[in-house]
């Protein structure tokens, strides 16, 4: 099931980019971000209160709370500049170099998380690399 949700994360991932790239056009980039965020919590919001999720917020602990803050400032930050190099720059250049993050995370996830990376997973980085490389020069 969560190949599923994956799929889904990068086909609506790709109508992000293209979608903000019009929507960018004629404001400033970080007025844009902020519409988004605006949209984005009240859609996730939404979702928590359809589901009945919000009953769960008062057993968040102090760590994962922290986490979760430093991911959201992370995400913010990401968004901020992500909104402005496609103000700038032709948004098949920037998708890639935005998704490179595939291979910071993988490089974090070893470093930090501890987590294994198997000889294909090295190899589908360097991969990824090369494309990254070939798709912005």
């Known amino acids: 099931m969560w190949a599923v949700f994956a799929v889904g994360s990068a086909v609506f991932a790709a109508l992000t980019s293209v979608l903000a790239k019009i929507g960018v056009e004629k404001i400033d980039s970080n007025l844009a971000t902020a519409v988004r965020t605006f949209v984005v919590l009240i859609f996730s919001w939404g979702i928590v209160f359809a589901t009945g999720a919000q009953r769960g917020l008062a057993s968040i602990s102090r760590r994962s ?28 250049k920037v998708v890639p170099i935005d998704k490179f993050s595939l291979v910071i995370t993988v490089a974090l996830a070893f470093f930090l998380l501890h987590e294994a990376i198997s000889p294909k997973a090295i190899a589908g980085a360097l991969l990824v690399t090369a494309g990254t490389m070939l798709m912005i020069l």
Request: hydrophobic share 55%.
């Open 65 to 92: 709370l922290l986490f979760l803050i430093l991911s959201g400032l992370a995400t913010g930050a990401s968004w901020l500049c992500y909104y402005r190099a496609i103000q700038l720059g032709d948004v098949a």
